[in-house]
């Protein structure tokens, strides 16, 4: 089990990732809210989640943390900010998870 110490400074570093490329592509004009839910269970495997208001350009991304073994930070900070990115493309989620998927590996070259 983590230390509350060890848990802030994954979400501190989550956060930092998060504006670092939400930043690196352009995304400005969005309304960001970080919101740490560790108190919640995620379900369905569940790190980090978004949602999106296009029209109000606001977007929220919940973070369950638990990081294990395999999962890095910033590929899942990245993850969550594309989903904003890819909001206006009004592609449903797993048309979004496709393409997000092949972006992954060129942004991070």
Known sequence: MKTQEEINREFNHFKKRVVFWKDKLGLADWELSLIEQRDVLRGENHIAICNTDLE????WIYFYGDLEDGYDIDT???HEVLHIFLADTKADNQTQHGIIHRLIPLLKQ
Request: hydrophobic share 55%.
């Open 56 to 59: 109000q350009k606001q977007a």
């Open 76 to 78: 899942i900070a990245l």
